[in-house]
């Protein structure tokens, strides 16, 4: 008499996932499920539950995860190239849509707006960078570009640059941000300085700088809507005080 094969307890996993995914979203899932479930796309006939605790472990969450750089994706033990990949590609494109959710497709008026839109493009950065954000006159996104990597008040910005890119798109209003990826959402006497010049500048030309956003992770602080700084974003504005400045920079160290 033969003995009855015992049934595999994950035979069929991989389908009842799918079909849980596809009845239910993703709202339902732990990370490490949603780490899994990818997973499957680069590993076609092993167990992936295993490799996404470890992930979710090794980053602290998802997010994380999908943020990480592919050098450190692959010295996590199990991490292949080509799963490092995967993940380093999933990461992007869901960066690329956040920031092309809101581009060409209604006018940004107010600072939350700038932020929103502007925030996507610092996430997982782990340096500074500049990014411009190019309007017309009806508050329309035209363009929004990185014009530098490195720290705003470094002699290596070129301000040259950032006007020129900001000619090239025919902009008559400019949004400005950077990240302190270190630190606190809060602008320091260089940043201050800095974003004086470059209104300034552009003021020359007929363009008017109408914020800067100085972001760290998901928080922004907005110099537009700063007491200490506001002047710099008047129409009339030719700057801000050294008192302001040395008032805000004090603030920013305590």
């Known amino acids: 008499m033969s003995e009855k094969k015992e049934k595999n307890p994950h035979e069929g996993h991989r389908q009842r996932m799918k079909e849980r ?12 499920e949603v780490l899994e479930m990818l997973l499957y796309y680069a590993i076609p006939y092993r167990d992936t539950n295993d490799l996404g605790h470890t992930l979710e472990d090794s980053f602290g969450s998802l997010a994380k995860v999908l943020e990480a750089d592919y050098q450190d994706l692959i010295k996590v033990d199990g991490v292949t190239p080509h799963i490092a990949t995967l993940i ?34 610092f996430s997982g950065q782990k340096d500074e960078s500049v990014v411009l954000m190019s309007m017309d006159n009806r508050y329309k ?29 025919n902009a008559t209003m400019v949004v400005m941000a950077h990240n302190h990826p270190n630190g606190h959402a809060f602008p320091s006497n260089a940043d201050i300085e800095t974003t004086r010049r470059f209104a300034k500048l552009l003021q020359e030309l007929g363009i008017k700088l109408i914020d800067h956003l100085i ?29 302001a400045i040395a008032k805000v920079a004090d603030k920013s160290h305590r």
């Open 21 to 32: 995914f596809l009845n239910e979203g993703l709202s339902h899932f732990s990370g490490h």
């Open 88 to 121: 380093t590609f999933c990461g992007q494109v869901a960066r690329r849509y956040q920031r092309e959710q809101y581009a060409f497709v209604k006018p940004l008026y107010k600072p939350e707006d700038f932020g929103r839109y502007l925030l996507p493009w």
């Open 141 to 169: 996104v035209l363009n929004t570009t990185r014009v530098f990597t490195g720290s705003v008040n470094s002699t290596q910005f070129s301000m040259r640059g950032a006007v020129q890119q900001v000619l090239r798109d």
């Open 215 to 243: 972001i760290s992770d998901d928080d922004f602080v907005s110099l537009a809507q700063t007491y200490d700084t506001a002047g710099i974003f008047r129409k009339d504005a030719s700057g801000i005080s050294t008192a």
